[in-house]
């Protein structure tokens, strides 16, 4: 049974400041998923990550996986008060496609950065 | 937003009623998903499809069954409603983002209250 640990699941920051969330999961897949969520709303896909050693950036989120050791970061550099959200990683179940593509998610990390 | 539509939006029913959730998409995707989203579980997998008249069970499938006559819709009915189904309801979808990278796309969520 795959299973997927987010720590920590409640992150204060302060604003400028720098941070990591971790995704660990238990057993082999070949691809890992990042979402942001806003209170009230759905999920956002923020990045795909398909081998080890991938690694993602977009503005002040970098993602990056080590498949060996099933670990997934999600880095925030210089927190704003924008990137205030809940977020999730997700493992995908065999190979892409359908079945193989069941999503089994962490918990989620809520995120509030203040000022 | 990839094309998805969820109804209703929120819906109030009680206790050993019938419940009926609609998920429809307009750009033809072959898989669609129905989790649920409760607090401190992250989503669960409720069922998906592969196909017109193509399902299967996920992680939580008891008391839930799924139908999809049309591509465009996936529809989720609880039988017999009970307080354990209050939740937010995700319809997904899963697309390609870019050459090869799949990803699940999700709508707007449905919440429903059980009493």
Known sequence: ELKVEQNPLFLSMQEGKNYTIYCNYSTTSDRLYWYRQDPGKSLESLFVLLSNGAVKQEGRLMASLDTKARLSTLHITAAVHDLSATYFCAVALGRAGGSQGNLIFGKGTKLSVKP | ?115
């Not at chain 2, 607090?39 to 069954?65: A, C, F, M, Q, W």
């Open chain 2, 1 to 115: 937003d990839a094309g998805i539509t969820q109804s209703p939006r929120h819906k109030v029913t009680e206790t050993g009623t019938p419940v009926t959730l609609r998920c429809h998409q307009t750009e033809n995707h072959r898989y669609m998903y129905w989790y649920r989203q409760d607090p401190g579980h992250g989503l669960r997998l409720i069922h998906y499809s592969y196909g017109v008249k193509d399902t299967d069970k996920g992680e939580v499938s008891d008391g839930y069954s799924v139908s999809r006559s049309k591509t465009e819709d996936f529809l989720l009915t609880l039988e017999s409603a009970t307080s354990s189904q209050t939740s937010v309801y995700f319809c997904a979808i899963s697309a390609r983002q870019g050459i090869s990278q799949e990803t699940q796309y999700f709508g707007p969520g449905t919440r429903l209250l059980v009493l």
